[in-house]
Each structure stands twice: as structure tokens, then as C-alpha cells.
């Protein structure tokens, strides 16, 4: 019989890791954006603005008024693992969307990136990347704040590349991602712009909100789910075992066919998840028939050790240390609101 031959086992190189990590990372034009307007939110912006030009394939740029980086940092930036937000010590207690290292170098891998940068007090510098390959840091004009230009997205994986959808489809998920980011930042201007073919087109704008942080929580819902949504909604405000719940959820009256309305955050994180998603759907059971679907935008807050965000790269899934209290704060948060609002209805229509 055949023996197989002792393969050797080699090292990858930086470039090849990268690219590697980026498969996880970024799947598609939208998961590059959703990293590079996280890392603005992370840097304390108060102004974000996504340019896109054919769904994101051939350009993405995110211009933020944060805290720009030094440039001395620039090449750290873009090297695996190194990350300004967490000391590595403690994984547990995470307050930042990124935490990883691996937006930036992996975008570098599979894509032209330039990012041109201020940090206060400092001179404005430039850095960019291609297939992998580093520039110099070089001097750069710019007045406060970061700019990250993604060009040619997956030019170097054409495998990837392949995958892609229509550049419709691609815009629809990258103006589903800036929509979520949003809605849990009230006081941050966030602006998406078209510009493929040269012209320029707003495809979605809202503007920072004022007053406290509920008044701009309910501004910023209106904006960006509408005034009926902002109208026919109930605020909510619980609490639970560590676990805070705040939001607006719409009356029954106020439901959809189908579960395309319903927003979820973590700690500021948009999420997709599961096990929240079934208690929102338990809270209405009484109230909706089951080929109607509950409209809510909710916000779960909790010290960051209750909860592991750590779960997947790119995937919005978390995993709760106590996911019974987080469902029953839901359910019974909702509940009580929905039964308040029938209250009053009733005590309207008798007066
Ligand atoms: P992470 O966000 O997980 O730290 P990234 O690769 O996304 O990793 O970014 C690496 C580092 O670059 C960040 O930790 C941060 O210090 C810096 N950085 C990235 N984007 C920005 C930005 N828009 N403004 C300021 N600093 C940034
Ligand atoms: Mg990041």
C-alpha cells in the first residue's frame, strides 16, 4: 500500500493569515462597513459618513470626526492584534465594539486601503495597503478626525469576489447596517452616500438628536423607522437582575406580515439573536396572531461581564450568563407596557 509522504508544515507568512482572517471577517461589502462605522463610533464620533460606489465593491470610505490616530500608530493599525481598545487582560469587560485587532489588517488583505488620520496635537499622516503590502507612513492633509477608504474589495480573492451579490442587494445591506449602528447612537450624524457612476446621491441621512438620552432614543427611531413607528410606539423601561431594558415597542395594531422590524441591541451592539427574538415574539403571543409580527426597537444593557460578546468575529450572536432573566425582563417588561396601553385605550374610548 501507498504511504503518504510526510508533509512539511510550514509558518503562513502575514499576508496569507490575513487573508485567511478576512474570510471570517468580511464577507461582504456590508461587514466591511459595519467594521469601519464601529471603529468611528469607537474613536467618539460625532459625525460618520459611508461613501459607496457599486454596492461597495469597487468603494467604501468612512470619513469620522473622532479621535483620529497618531501617526506613529498607523502601522500598528493595520497589524494583526494590536488594538487600542482592550489591555488583553480582561476579556470580560469589554466596552467597545472592536477588541480584536483584525477589521483593518484583514480589509488590507483583501482590498486597497488607505487610511489618512489626525490625532490631536499631532500632524495629519497617511498609511495604505494592498494585497497586503504596507506604504510608508507619509505626511497628509487633513483636518481632524480619520478617513478609511476601502478600494477594490476582494480584488485579491476572486473567489470571493464571485460570490457577491447585485450591486442592489449590496446597497440594501449596507444601508441595513448604517440603519442599525444608528439607531443606538441618537447623538451621532450618520450620512450614506452613493456615488457610483459620479453622481452623489443621499440614500440615507439623520442627523444627531438632543435632550436626554430617551428624548433621543424615540428622535432618532422616528427618523429612522418613521413617524408612524415613533408614533404608535411604547416606551419601555425595566429592570432585572443586573440587566436593564430600554426602547420602544408598537402596539399590536402597529405589526407587520413578516419579522423584518424588530432591532435588538446589546449593550449598544446590534444583534441578531435568537433566544431575544423568541422573547419579544412570547411578550405579544396574547395580543398578535401568530401570522403577525411585533415592531420594536429594544436595548439591553448590562455590565459588560454578564454578557460575552466574544462569540463569532462577524456574527451578531452573544451569549448572556443568565439568559432566563434576560428573557423574562423581556417579556414581562413588554407585557406590562402592552397592558398600560390597553388600559388607556379603554379609559379613551369610555371617555
Ligand atoms: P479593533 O477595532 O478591534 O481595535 P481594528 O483593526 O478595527 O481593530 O482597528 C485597529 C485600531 O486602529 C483600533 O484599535 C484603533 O486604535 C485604530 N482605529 C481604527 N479605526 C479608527 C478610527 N476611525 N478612528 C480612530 N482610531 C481608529
Ligand atoms: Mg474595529
Given amino acids: 500500500p501507498q504511504i503518504k509522504p510526510q508533509p512539511v508544515i510550514r509558518q503562513l507568512d502575514e499576508a496569507a493569515i490575513n487573508r485567511i482572517a478576512a474570510g471570517e471577517v468580511v464577507e461582504r461589502p456590508a461587514s466591511a462597513v459595519k467594521e469601519l462605522v464601529e471603529n468611528a463610533v469607537d474613536a467618539g464620533a ?23 490616530i497618531a501617526s506613529n500608530d498607523l502601522p500598528l493599525a493595520l497589524s494583526r492584534h494590536a488594538t487600542s481598545k482592550i489591555d488583553g487582560s480582561d476579556l470580560l469587560n469589554i466596552h467597545s465594539f472592536g477588541f480584536r485587532g483584525e477589521a483593518l489588517p484583514s480589509l488590507g488583505a483583501v482590498g486597497r486601503l488607505t487610511i489618512t488620520s489626525r490625532a490631536q496635537g499631532q500632524d495629519a499622516a497617511v498609511i495604505s495597503v494592498d494585497g497586503g503590502r504596507m506604504s510608508a507612513v507619509k505626511p497628509a492633509a487633513v483636518t481632524a478626525g480619520t478617513i478609511v477608504e476601502l478600494r477594490d474589495l476582494f480584488y485579491a480573492t476572486p473567489a470571493r469576489l464571485k460570490f457577491l451579490r447585485t450591486d442592489r442587494a449590496e446597497n440594501q445591506a449596507i444601508t441595513d447596517v448604517v440603519k442599525r449602528l444608528s439607531m443606538a447612537e441618537p447623538f451621532v450624524t450618520f450620512i450614506l452616500r452613493d456615488v457610483s457612476g459620479g453622481d452623489s446621491r443621499t440614500v ?18 422616528r427618523s429612522v423607522l418613521g413617524r408612524d413607528f415613533a408614533e404608535n410606539a411604547l416606551a419601555i423601561d425595566a429592570e432585572r437582575d443586573g440587566f436593564h431594558l430600554t426602547g420602544y415597542a408598537a402596539l399590536p395594531t402597529y405589526s407587520r406580515g413578516a419579522a423584518v422590524a424588530q432591532f435588538l441591541f446589546v449593550n449598544g451592539r446590534p444583534v441578531r439573536d435568537r433566544m431575544l427574538l423568541g422573547a419579544l415574539r412570547a411578550a405579544y403571543m396574547d395580543v398578535l396572531s401568530r401570522d403577525r409580527h411585533p415592531v420594536a426597537a429594544l436595548f439591553v444593557d448590562c455590565e459588560p461581564e454578564l454578557v460575552d460578546v466574544n462569540v ?15 428573557r423574562g425582563l423581556i417579556v414581562s417588561g413588554l407585557r406590562h407596557a402592552l397592558a398600560g396601553a390597553g388600559h388607556r385605550a379603554s379609559t379613551t374610548v369610555a371617555g
Fill in 46 to 68: 460625532t459625525r460618520i459618513e459611508v461613501v459607496i460606489a457599486d454596492g461597495g465593491k469597487t468603494l467604501i470610505r468612512v470619513t469620522d470626526n473622532g479621535c483620529g
Fill in 312 to 326: 463569532h468575529p462577524a456574527k451578531s450572536e452573544v451569549r448572556f450568563r443568565d439568559p432566563g432573566a434576560v
Fill in 204 to 221: 440615507f441621512r439623520t442627523d444627531s438628536e438632543t435632550g436626554d438620552l430617551f428624548d433621543a432614543l424615540h428622535g432618532r427611531l
